[in-house]
């Protein structure tokens, strides 16, 4: 029997950015105890274009936690150094940076100034496997810059604080349905019984 469908909402807008979540009830219909157990999905919309695996089914919190915990960064992101390279490179220089192996000729270009804050889509998390994502400040407006895999990195320029005050509303969001669909129906109660 595959999960059931509970609640889920789309926070922000597709066509710039957006935040998007759904809840599952399990197959075996148990209820979560608390309302950041949840299980379902969590993507994001960049531009119109989907950024996340909607099929991977996660604790939500587990990753919307980690996007709320980057957007409060914001104010943080400026970089010489990044802002003077190609979106391509400033992600690469970024993954490098924190992932990369002892590289001395990109030592030597870069150094190894901490850059972990530039990223947006830390590796291991299940909704974002695969991609690779970083915020960028400049003046008024922030570059989220993201790729797929091996493919060419796509920039999207925003007004400053548009990551942070989406993930937060979503963030808020889940939170409110989370707790209201515990409410009633007896927090470890299994729905299949009703």
Same mark, same amino acid.
């Given at each position: 029997m595959p999960a059931i469908f509970r609640f889920g909402k789309r926070i922000g807008e597709r066509w710039k950015f957006a935040v998007e979540f759904e809840a599952y009830v399990l197959p075996d219909g148990?209820?979560?105890?608390?309302?950041? /157990?949840?299980?379902?999905?969590?993507?994001?919309w960049v531009n119109? @274009? +989907?950024?996340?695996?909607?099929?991977?089914?996660e604790t939500v919190m587990n990753d919307l936690g980690s996007l709320h915990t980057i957007a409060l960064a914001t104010g943080t992101r400026r970089s010489n150094l990044l802002s003077a390279q190609s979106p391509q490179k400033a992600?690469?220089?970024?993954?490098?940076?924190?992932?990369?192996? /002892?590289?001395?000729?990109?030592?030597?270009?870069?150094?190894?100034? @901490? +850059?972990?804050h530039f990223e947006v889509l830390p590796r291991g998390k299940a909704f974002f496997n695969g991609w690779q994502a970083i915020l960028l400040e400049a003046g008024n407006e922030e570059h989220f810059i993201c790729r797929h895999g091996s493919e060419a990195a796509v920039d999207v320029v925003w007004p400053l604080g548009t990551f942070r005050d989406i993930v937060f509303q979503a963030k808020d969001e889940f939170e409110k349905l989370a707790r209201s669909n515990l409410i009633g129906g007896g927090a470890a109660e299994s729905i299949a019984k009703k």
């Open positions: 148990t209820l979560p105890r608390l309302w950041n /157990e949840w299980w379902g999905t969590l993507w994001l119109g @274009s +989907l950024v996340g695996d909607t099929t991977e089914i992600l690469e220089i970024v993954m490098w940076a924190v992932y990369g192996d /002892e590289d001395e000729t990109m030592r030597a270009a870069v150094g190894r100034e @901490s +850059l972990e």
